[in-house]
């Protein structure tokens, strides 16, 4: 389920919008970009499960064998998705080179 939160000031921008979506999908960044949407939050990838040096995530769900969204910031035309590695882990109950993340985001004018 993809929560859509729409953020607007009225007083000082009657015209601006800004689109945050919750998504535990980030594979789909392609789909979110064309969508306009200015912020996507994600994780499901629980970064990449094990982390290989210089190469990254080995393997996470949806995406199979290195995925191309595992942890970090990613940016395609007004969107920028922020995936969190997570805390918790997939069926495989261990994690390599792959620290549990919580990520704080503050947003600011």
Known sequence: MDILLTYSC???CPH?????LLSHRPELFETY???????VFSGHAHGGQFRLPFI????????GLFPEYTAGIYSKKQTRMIVSRGLGNSVIPIRINNRPEL??????N
């Open 10 to 12: 009225p007083r000082l």
């Open 16 to 20: 601006l919008r800004f689109k945050v």
């Open 33 to 39: 970009a064309a969508h306009g949407f200015d912020l």
């Open 56 to 63: 990254g995530g080995l393997i996470a769900p949806n995406q």
């Open 103 to 108: 990520v704080i985001v503050t947003l600011s």
